[in-house]
């Protein structure tokens, strides 16, 4: 049972370059979110959606794209990373009976 | 809006002591509310849950009582371990999926 499913774990970037983030989940969830995690400041919701074809923003979501073109996938994009964006990102997936379940988390630094 | 306040860490204990983390929210309605825990390197975990006024959530010797009349759902646990470290989230959801969290508590218990 796989839940939720992030990739890369690790991920070290240097300014202006792009990447996605990749984030699946077996659980026939209709919702799945984007956080993203720094030192005394808990979670921030970046992005969300609450099911296919369905997204919208959350608190933090300048510099990030998503789109969910599948019930299992959420891939978030950062278009042109800037330092800003070291931080440690998390992905959930919950449904309306259910509480969020979280991926592992990747661990970005930007340069 | 919806918040979630809970007390700063870090707490540091001796094996067997008692543990309290205070957590306050703010919410318009009765929102279902959370403790999560994230040891080190992982993503968050569901400890436990409480969906309205009174229940009581429970889960490996952790309990909270979702208080509506002080708006609270303190953490405690009688007898706390050294595998208890990590760090713990309160969290709220309301009326639809997002989930709104503290900025998290680190737990560091002492041999």
């Known amino acids: 049972n796989a839940g939720v499913t992030q990739t890369p774990k690790f991920q070290v970037l240097k300014t202006g370059q792009s990447m996605t983030l990749q984030c699946a989940q077996d659980?026939?969830?209709?919702?799945m979110s984007w956080y993203r995690q720094d030192p005394g400041m808990g979670l921030r919701l970046i992005h969300y959606?609450?099911?296919?074809?369905?997204?919208d923003q959350g608190e933090v979501p300048n510099g990030y794209n998503v789109s969910r073109s599948t019930t299992e996938d959420f891939p978030l994009r950062l278009l042109s990373a800037a330092p800003s964006q070291t931080s440690v990102y998390f992905c959930?997936?919950?449904?309306?009976?259910?509480?969020?379940?979280f991926g592992q988390g990747t661990r970005l630094t930007v340069v | 809006g919806n918040s979630v306040t809970q007390m700063e860490g870090p707490v540091t204990l001796s094996e067997e002591a008692f543990l309290t983390i205070n957590c306050t929210y703010t919410?318009?309605?009765?929102?279902?509310l959370f403790w999560y825990v994230q040891y080190p390197g992982e993503g968050l975990q569901l400890l436990l849950k409480?969906?309205?006024?009174?229940d009581k959530g429970s889960n490996k010797g952790f309990e909270a009582t979702y208080r509506k009349e002080t708006t609270s759902f303190h953490l405690e646990k009688g007898s706390v371990q050294v595998s208890d470290s990590a760090v713990y989230f309160c969290?709220?959801?309301?009326?639809?999926?997002?989930?709104?969290f503290g900025t998290g508590t680190r737990l560091k218990v002492l041999a």
């Open positions: 919410a318009t309605g009765y929102p279902s």
């Open positions: 959606s609450v099911g296919a074809g369905i997204t």
């Open positions: 969290a709220l959801i309301w009326a639809d999926y997002k989930y709104i």
């Open positions: 659980m026939n969830h209709e919702y």
């Open positions: 409480a969906t309205k006024a009174d």
């Open positions: 959930a997936s919950s449904s309306r009976t259910s509480e969020a379940f």
